[in-house]
């Protein structure tokens, strides 16, 4: 379980997270949602301390939280564009042993012996997917993990999160397009303005389109009737 | 300056302005010592043909490196009107304060003939395609050398080229040296790149560690590719092998402080390019004298900066 209290971040006098209390059960899949600016990223960036949150505590199992527990796959990848593929998943070591990469590369169909730089948004998203399954962590966090993926690859990694979720693995991700989260969650949760402000589970997964969008919806087309 | 094309030197001059604000009023001054001191260098190798054309020469090679490398080539040429105009005064420009001084030597013609060559210069649109080069390299050096491996085959043309040149012209007396230097300035802009948080975790769990290995690991590498060049300079010239020594020590500890200065300014995923003007004047303490004891201070200042930093990233 990870327990989060009381979480406290900003940016100068920008709160980006406001006392936001959550926790995630173990071995489950956590979907996160909002808008833009809802602070998903910042709050990934507290939970894995790369921006240290101002107050607030993060448990795992009742301990604080250690970076190292965590695989992170960030929204942006960024590559040393003269490495190929090969070379930069042989940077990390692999404590996943079950990890088999010549089999990843068919299903993700990844020309590892190719320079990074030659590599489309999709495939570059697939690179830095590997790089984190090659470690073995009890959590993982991937923020957008399905942007510029195919729909092939998107599925494959739809299955990618479920089989990590077989093995016991907490994972938490976001997406600004809902269907991935419906096909891959057990539980979504909603981040505004900087706090989690509902908790949906699987069943009540078709009630969160109608509740989000029902009112944005009419108001937008009010808007565009005006603009258009 | 209606219809005189500037858009590149008024995007260099923000960028320098950028640049100059990072650093304090020590280092500015340092430079203008700098700058001096190679405008009087200049001047004095121009008096005599046919040295006075040493730094033409080299001014011309680097604006063709320049040139045949630079990132932006295919955005200037796709989107800035007049853009040969704009990269010919570019080069013009900087390369102003190390040519002028020729026209006021008796060998001036050597300034408006450099001129003359630098135009064909800016018409140059061919770039070379990234293709997996030293494919060799991924085995040659541990993968956690990425910074190397990625550095070596972006600059490979320039570092084959001179290395080579070092190593046939071993006979002459302190030219190696100097063309290790200048590869050893190139080495240094490998380090311009933050790699992402994961692979900066892959690689240490603590920041003395991540320290430690990083200066071991590119330390062997950084002596791999000088003592050859030097040991055959000895052989011709004994003299100069005590200056190797010295050569050496002071590249170990510019690469040292260059390490920790990324280190000192890491954010993940950022290319720090500013740090590239203090780097630089570190390397200057390897030929003049005076700024000898400028990368051994700024060593051990920006190795506590570093671990500071780190400690925000790594796991432990």
Known sequence: MIEIHNLNLAFGRKPVLQNLNISFEKGKVHGIIGLNGAGKSSFFNALTQVIPPDSGSIRFNGNALKRGRIGYLETNNFFFFHLTGREYLHIFEQTNTAFDLPAFEKLLLLPLDDLVENYSTGMKKKLALLAVLKQDKPIYIFDEPFNGLDLESNRTLELIIQTLQEKGKTILLSSHVLEPLLHTCNQI??????????????????????ELFQHLEVEIRNQLQQAL | MKGIPTTLLQVRLIQLRREAQTLGWIHKLLFLVLLLVFMAVSHNVSQKAPACWAVPGALWVSAVMAQLFRPDKDFVFLHIRKPAQEIFLEYAAFSLPFILPILFSPNWYCFPVYFIGLWPISFLRKSFPSQARFVFLGRLFPPTAFEWISGFRQASPVFVIGYLTAIAFCWVKALPLFLLWLLNLLFVSFYQECEPLNLLRAFADTPEELLRKKLLLHGKILLWLNVPVLALQAVFHPVIGLAGIIFLLLQLITLAFTIFLKYATYRPNMVVKSNTLLISL???????????????????????????????????
Do not use: T, W
Not at chain 1, 194 to 207: L, T
């Open chain 1, 189 to 210: 949760h909603l981040l505004q303005n900087g706090s989690f402000v509902k908790s949906y589970e699987q069943p009540d997964f078709g009630r969160i389109r109608e």
């Open chain 2, 282 to 316: 570190s390397q200057m303490g390897v030929i003049f004298p005076f700024l000898l004891p400028l990368p051994l201070v700024m060593c051990f200042r920006y190795y506590k900066r570093a671990k500071l930093n780190l400690i925000h990233f790594l796991p432990a």
